[in-house]
């Protein structure tokens, strides 16, 4: 079946540092992959996405990068900012309308 | 763009009791809706697929008799938890497809506490 494993949070940065998050996947077929931030009090929304092998999925500075070979879609971003505190969830989608989700990551930036 | 509001965001009840979950998307028609739960540090599972006007596809191990989903109209999906007890406390997010481009969206979580 199909599974996605997350690193475990949560992640404490300083403002400006640099962030990894990593994400790797397990499924059958050629997955399209997602990255969801929530939040505090607010819904998931879809941050970035690949679908397919060696894209790069960018987004408000974040960036992603589908590897096949690692079967890995980390996320990156160069300097967070305080308003990027939020819980970051890896994704897939094999052609089911359903998503199959990571656990989640909890990032807290101080200032 | 697209809204999913679900309520309550936290619920708090003893054992036995029921608790309902709304899931409505305000500016859009949602055929489909999906249910997920979460445990501490564990993944979103999905739970169960909501189809308007038919019967919901729940996933394997979930029991169908007791979380009950509606999806009466375009616009709301419930999932009731029946005789709730302390080990159906978990968080709770139902997410809506979309009109344009099978985009998902998804509610801010509601948080169930059974004593």
């Known amino acids: 079946g199909n599974s996605v494993t997350q690193m475990e949070g949560p992640v404490t940065l300083s403002e400006e540092a640099f962030l990894t998050i990593n994400c790797t996947y397990t499924a059958t077929g050629y997955p399209s992959l997602f990255w969801y931030v929530q939040y505090p009090g607010e819904g998931l929304q879809l941050l970035l996405k690949?679908?397919?092998?060696?894209d790069k999925g960018s987004n408000k500075g974040f960036e992603a990068t589908y590897r096949k070979e690692t079967t890995s879609f980390h996320l990156e971003k160069g300097s967070v900012q305080v308003s990027d505190s939020a819980v970051y969830f890896c994704?897939?989608?094999?052609?089911?309308?359903?998503?199959?989700f990571g656990s989640g990551t909890r990032l807290q930036v101080q200032p | 763009g697209a809204v999913v509001s679900q309520h309550p965001s936290r619920v708090i009840c003893k054992s036995g009791t029921s608790v309902k979950i709304e899931c409505r998307s305000l500016?859009?028609?949602?055929?489909?809706m999906f249910w997920y739960r979460q445990f501490p540090k564990q993944s979103l599972m999905l739970m169960a697929t909501?189809?308007?006007?038919?019967?919901?596809?729940?996933e394997q191990g979930v029991e169908k008799d007791k979380f009950l989903i509606n999806h009466a109209s375009l616009t709301l999906s419930t999932l009731t938890v029946t005789s709730a007890h302390p080990e159906d406390s978990s968080f709770y997010i139902c997410?809506?497809?979309?009109?344009?481009?099978?985009?998902?969206?998804f509610g801010s979580g509601t948080q169930l506490s059974v004593l």
């Open positions: 997410s809506a497809l979309g009109e344009d481009r099978g985009r998902l969206f």
């Open positions: 909501s189809n308007e006007g038919s019967k919901a596809t729940y």
């Open positions: 500016d859009f028609q949602a055929t489909t």
């Open positions: 994704a897939l989608n094999t052609g089911r309308r359903a998503l199959t």
């Open positions: 690949a679908t397919k092998a060696d």
